[in-house]
């Protein structure tokens, strides 16, 4: 599924901060690459050493049906999203056991040679959820039962389905769901949370929806959310929808990674040798280029930002990049592409190709590991042209992986 998401200047402030109505309770993670949207766990207390055949799986799941959906997990709850009996759906399991809670469905199964069903990680805020199915759907779940409270179809927003489905997971942000339609009419949205009324749409930017998910930042005095298209990185008024800066940017094919935001800059990548950049937002958001270049062209395994070093697969190779000055530091090739996570100073890397998953050190010296194992069993659903793309997680001192209809669950907490 060929879909899927830097001159050093001088680096002010901005905050990309973890958005209040989402931090759980212990080391919950509920929504896409966490409470904060990086992907960096405050999580301790793991495992820094895997033993021969990996660490004890904890449990397995085998009827998630198709889709690459990630998990969200809150108060001992996993929610994913799935197909079943000719429709997309929500999922809820125990995050400890396995056992599935309920299962609602939220519209029909998308279709595609790379693999049907949902790509998108549902948003857990208190006790609703929110899902974009593949078509572009978005629906509103009661947490405790499944019930759908509300829909809003992107179509009726001006949207066209991107090639691969909708893949974003949506932002919950203060009283507003926030999403990425595109298209002439705007190419971001805003919903009430509670009922589904729009708020506002960025009718000024209408670029068509590509892959990659908002992040939220504080800037210069206001709050805005940042996303990237195949064209542009952009920064949107959270009060109005109205641009407060735009830089260009060259996508190709797909553009999926979400955007990263440090000190004042915002920096993103894509694949097809679109490459990375990174720009500064400055006073009264004047926006500026700080590098562009190379080094990092991630396809849709993820990028993570861990002190002032990126680290993720760079097509080819797995890489670390400065993020300040957009060098290279190390590229390791002996290892298969694909997806990354972080948890207490390691870096979790998965195989997209054959399912292995490796324990490096989140470290500039190198690709140093400290063990691996490979997903068994694995699905017999997956088609000739899907691979493992959905991204683990780890919450909990539990790392969460899945293959289609399987999830997986193992035990990476230290005793």
Not at 178 to 205: E, I, N, R, Y
Not at 242 to 255: E, I, M, Q, T
Not at 375 to 385: E, S
Request: aromatic share 10%; proline share 5%.
């Amino acid at each position: 599924m060929n879909y899927m998401l830097n001159k050093i200047g001088v680096l002010c402030s901005v905050a990309c901060l973890t958005i209040p109505t989402l931090r759980g309770a212990s080391f919950d993670w509920p929504q896409w690459r966490g409470p904060d949207r990086s992907d960096v766990s405050k999580e301790t207390g793991l495992l820094k050493t895997w033993p021969a055949e990996g660490p004890k799986r904890v449990w397995l799941y085998e009827h998630a049906g198709e889709g690459y959906s990630g998990p969200a997990i809150v108060s001992g709850k996993l929610f994913t999203m799935g197909t079943r009996d000719g429709s997309e759906c929500v999922l809820a399991l125990e995050a400890d056991t396995g056992k599935e809670l309920w299962a609602a469905k939220t519209g029909s199964v998308f279709k595609e040679s790379r693999g049907n069903g949902p790509r998108a990680t549902p948003t857990v805020d208190g006790d609703r959820l929110y899902a974009m199915t593949a078509e572009g759907v978005l629906a509103c779940v009661n947490v405790a039962d499944g019930k759908v409270l509300w829909k809003q179809n992107m179509a009726d927003l001006g949207g066209k389905r991107p090639t691969w489905g909708y893949t974003e997971s949506v932002l919950v942000d203060g009283d507003h769901v926030v999403c990425t339609p595109g298209g002439p009419k705007g190419a971001l949205a805003a919903f009430d949370k509670m009922t589904g009324k729009p708020a506002w749409q960025s009718d000024k930017f209408t670029d068509s929806a590509h892959y990659a998910s908002i992040v939220a930042a504080d800037l210069n005095g206001g709050r805005q959310y940042i996303q990237l298209t195949a064209q542009s990185i952009v920064g949107i008024s959270a009060k109005d929808g109205s641009v407060l800066w735009k830089s260009s940017f060259p996508g190709r094919v797909a553009v999926v990674p979400t955007p990263i935001c440090k000190d004042n800059c915002v920096y993103v990548t894509a694949g097809y040798g679109a490459g990375c950049k990174l720009v500064r937002i400055g006073v009264g958001n004047e926006v500026s280029d700080v590098y562009e270049n190379k080094v990092m062209k991630n396809h849709h395994g993820g990028v993570i930002l861990v002190g002032d070093y990126l680290y993720g697969h760079a097509d080819p190779g797995w890489t670390c990049q400065n993020f300040k000055t957009g060098e290279e530091v190390w590229n390791y090739r002996g290892f298969g592409k694909g997806a990354i996570a972080f948890a207490d100073g390691m870096l979790y890397c998965l195989d997209e190709s054959n399912g292995t998953v490796a324990l490096i050190d989140a470290s500039p010296k190198g690709w140093q590991e400290h063990g691996r194992f490979k997903l068994d069993p694995q699905t017999t659903i997956r088609t000739a042209q899907g691979r493992i793309w959905t991204h683990p997680v780890i919450s909990n001192g539990k790392l969460y992986l899945r293959d289609q209809d399987l999830i997986y669950c193992y035990d990476v907490k230290a005793r």
